[in-house]
């Protein structure tokens, strides 16, 4: 992929007009310590901070997950951007023209070719649907349908609804006048090869049109609506460069400047659910794309929100579906409360029938906890007018009781069972602190120490005990980098005595992009370093050395010190590698081998001590 030539200027220009701190300050709380700031992560769940800001730097670094980079790194990651996409905002915020152009005199594209004119068609088949549905006999039924539905205008134009006739290649006869590949468009979802492969035909035909953004507000795909006895009901686009549905939240980028007030947002079932509670004041909603929540839908849940609100169609399905998702939304650190709505009933039902201020006040202002929520699910699967259904409820309940690390919270829902099936709260809270001890046992030992950090994807990254020590090599070719990042002077010096040749793959690279960031005329900048790096695991690296702690001494003498280790890592695994062969042929008998592998051995351990 290639993108437009943006200057180094512009890029330079946009660091330095965007603090780090305040810029990361919109999206976390950061408090300061020492010289650093400090704060929760954004990119994962964690209880105590780990994600660090250095001012004097202008870059950040997480200590659990590893991101790190500077202030144009975390916003292309924090809103899901390109590097030139995330330029492009970051210049436009500051006042910078954004008049940068690409090499063939065009205007800079944060797209390749063939992304770009997917989005041009997709935005004009938006406003093709559209015009369909407002201005022709065709759409008169689907717009009578909307308007049943308790859709006005203004949310139709707001959400650009659109109609495709229930014709053969309306849309297909529409692109390909304006010039638009139909092999291209077919890739892109919005057309069908005919099977006899003389052509192509519109994807969709006889179906109201909701258009699909991505979370940055660019066209992507269409779910359809059949207002016919047709199947499928709903029909998605499939996909494509553009459209991932495991990755797509509908209304995103609508919801964006709400959820980032509040640090909350709405999680329905469907995007007429999304519309109908927008026109009830629910600015922060958003809709999975008829799939199931997935875990990339929960991690972009996280970047932008706090707390999600579960407001899923009240039948059975719709609570299954609820209940299947509370693990999922709290594994990634995320507060998780439910809207209960009448059995039977789901958002847009209610709305239509209560009105949206009642929509407001009894459903989505009054949610319940998780742990009330599990006990009503739970209720329901038993029959509490049998003593044997009261008994086994009793139980489930006192289970979902225990997982509460709060005693308060514990006794408060205990209290209400022994009140309700009038049972002794002695023996509730005895069965309640035994299935507590039994679930402590099999929690990770992290888990049961406040002070450290939970994340389910760093799982594996945590140890128990002290931390690992680094062998002496890797020590100090760390702490070489960090002040070679710092000080041209010793850059140059390292460079003379011994190049790149550093034990560490990562440090290798590190040290030889340095060298050459260093001849291009630059000055020491650890946040202009990062960027011209144009590798995330190199970024992650440098940036974490760079986080070192600086006060250590560093003189001459160090420096001969630091290099001397690294110089003799060769020869210590050499004279490894020579005494296992040495030991080989001492086994097959061969002494005349042995012997002469000995001696090698002696002149290499000479060399060491010189």
Same mark, same amino acid.
């Given at each position: ?91 436009? @915020? ?44 065709? !759409? ?26 229930? @014709? ?55 779910? !359809? ?80 929100? @706090? ?26 650190? #995320? ?48 029959? #509490? ?226």
């Amino acid at each position: 992929m290639t993108y437009g030539k943006i200057p180094e200027d512009v890029i330079d220009a946009v660091r330095k007009r965007h603090d780090i701190v305040e810029t990361v300050g919109k999206y976390v709380h950061l408090t300061k310590q020492g010289k650093y700031m400090k704060g929760l992560c954004p990119f994962h769940s964690e209880k105590t901070p780990s994600f660090t800001v250095t001012p004097e730097l202008q870059i950040f670094h997480c200590y659990g997950c590893g991101k790190s980079g500077n202030v144009i790194r975390f916003v292309e990651e924090m809103e899901g951007y390109s590097f030139p996409e995330a330029v492009k905002i970051l210049a436009e @915020e500051s006042g910078i023209p954004v008049t940068w152009a690409s090499q063939d005199g065009g205007n800079a594209s944060a797209q390749d070719p063939n992304r770009q004119k997917l989005i041009e068609a997709h935005e004009l088949a938006f406003k093709f649907y559209h015009y369909l549905l407002n201005n022709t006999k065709q !759409g008169d039924g689907a717009k009578k349908y909307l308007r049943e539905r308790g859709l006005s205008d203004r949310l139709i134009d707001h959400f650009m609804i659109g109609y495709a006739p229930d @014709e053969w290649d309306v849309l297909a006869r529409f692109l390909t006048s304006r010039g638009f590949d139909p092999v291209l468009m077919e890739k892109g979802g919005l057309l069908s090869a005919k099977n006899d492969g003389s052509g192509y035909v519109d994807r969709f035909r006889g179906r109201i049109m909701f258009p699909l953004w991505d979370g940055n507000g660019k066209p992507s795909a269409f779910g !359809g609506r059949i207002i016919t006895d047709g199947q499928p009901k709903y029909l998605n686009s499939p996909e494509t460069m553009l459209f991932t549905k495991s990755r797509t939240l509908y209304n995103l980028h609508f919801a964006k400047p709400t959820v980032r007030k509040n640090k909350g947002i709405v999680l329905f079932e469907g995007y007429m659910d999304v519309i109908k509670s927008w026109s009830a004041g629910v600015l922060n909603g958003v809709a999975t794309m008829g799939t199931a929540l997935t875990e990339e839908h929960c991690s972009i849940l996280k970047r932008h929100a @706090e707390e999600v609100l579960l407001c899923y169609d009240g039948d059975d399905a719709g609570q299954a579906a609820a209940f299947k998702s509370i693990p999922m939304l709290q594994a990634v650190g #995320l507060k998780v409360l439910i809207a209960m709505l009448p059995k039977g009933k789901d958002p847009d039902d209610y709305i239509s029938e209560n009105g949206p201020d009642a929509f407001l006040r009894d459903i989505i202002d009054e949610p319940v906890s998780v742990t009330k929520f599990k006990l009503i699910y739970s209720r329901k699967n038993h029959i #509490l007018l049998k003593e044997e259904g009261r008994k086994n409820y009793l139980m489930e309940a006192v289970e979902i009781v225990a997982e509460l690390d709060s005693s308060t919270e514990r006794e408060v829902y205990l209290k209400e069972l022994s009140r309700e099936f009038d049972i002794s709260l002695d023996s509730l809270k005895q069965d309640c602190h035994g299935i507590r001890a039994e679930l402590l046992k099999k929690r990770p030992r992290g888990d049961n120490n406040d002070n450290s950090w939970n994340n389910g994807r760093n799982e594996k990254r945590r140890t128990s005990g002290a931390p690992k020590l680094l062998p002496a090599y890797t020590y100090a070719e760390r702490r070489l980098l960090h002040v070679m990042m710092r000080d041209q002077d010793v850059a140059l010096a390292v460079h003379h005595r011994i190049g790149d040749s550093f034990n560490v793959e990562d440090h290798a690279a590190l040290a030889a992009y340095l060298y050459a960031y260093y001849a291009g005329g630059y000055e020491p900048d650890a946040a202009r370093f990062i960027e011209s790096l144009h590798d995330v695991r190199l970024e992650e690296t440098a940036s974490s050395i760079l986080m070192m702690d600086g006060d250590i001494p560093f003189d001459e003498t160090i420096m001969d010190a630091f290099i001397g280790t690294i110089q003799k890592v060769p020869l210590l695994r050499d004279i490894e590698h020579k005494r296992e062969e040495m030991v080989r042929a001492e086994r097959a008998g061969d002494a005349l081998l042995a012997a002469q592998l000995g001696l090698e051995i002696i002149t290499l351990e000479r060399q060491l001590k010189s």
